[in-house]
T-cell receptor
């Protein structure tokens, strides 16, 4: 089945630094989504990408839909302590009918910031 | 605006006891609904999805079941819990057609501990 490889699995960074994480797959995806999950809470949608090559920003966050449609990356600029959490990428599966809206999730990148 | 609720927020149940988790969505009609399980704070495993009342699709074999008795209500159940059923259960929804059908929005989650 379709799988997403998300890297790095975890990272520690100094406050103020820029962060970069990515997701890759051997399959083509038509949609890429990036979520952030705080401890004990549900994931929150950060950015949605629908076109190959698309670059979208949300505040200090920037994400890109890879031109091959097999990858996506998320950058966080000037990180702050509240950026701590787990970041998930998700791609739209290629299922038919009802499963067409289903998402395939990466295993997450755990971000920890040193104050 | 749309909101999604889950209850209970936390639950401790003995092995062999029944389970019922509830998810409701407000502010939308005929949403697609999803149940995920997250173990150890990483990775989202899709358990069930539903595209309409009484329509349930299972993604993985489980001792769990799901039901959708009303348009905006999704229930996750078990007749006899196993230790391996412990985890963080997340409900999510997305619009069925138009707009951004692949963007899923998550509830706050239920933390289940089976003892």
């Amino acid at each position: 089945g379709q799988q997403l490889n998300q890297s790095p699995q975890s990272m520690f960074i100094q406050e103020g630094e820029d962060v970069s994480m990515n997701c890759t797959s051997s399959s083509i995806f038509n949609t890429w989504l990036w979520y952030k999950q705080d401890p004990g809470e549900g994931p929150v949608l950060l950015i949605a990408l629908y076109k190959a090559g698309e670059l979208t920003s949300n505040g200090r966050l920037t994400a890109q839909f890879g031109i091959t449609r097999k990858d996506s990356f998320l950058n966080i600029s000037a990180s702050i302590p509240s950026d701590v959490g787990i970041y998930f990428c998700a791609g739209q599966g290629r299922g038919e009918g009802g499963s067409q809206g289903n998402l395939i999730f990466g295993k997450g990148t755990k971000l920890s910031v040193k104050p | 605006s749309q909101t999604i609720h889950q209850w209970p927020a936390t639950l401790v149940q003995p092995v062999g006891s029944p389970l019922s988790l509830e998810c409701t969505v407000e502010g939308t009609s005929n949403p697609n609904l999803y149940w995920y399980r997250q173990a150890a704070g990483r990775g989202l495993q899709l358990l069930f999805y539903s595209v309409g009342i009484g329509q349930i699709s299972s993604e993985v074999p489980q001792n769990l079941s799901a039901s959708r008795p009303q348009d905006r209500q999704f229930i996750l159940s078990s007749k006899k819990l196993l230790l391996s059923d412990s985890g963080f259960y997340l409900c999510a929804w997305n619009p069925p057609t138009g707009g951004s059908p692949y963007e899923q929005y998550f509830g706050p989650g239920t933390r289940l501990t089976v003892t």
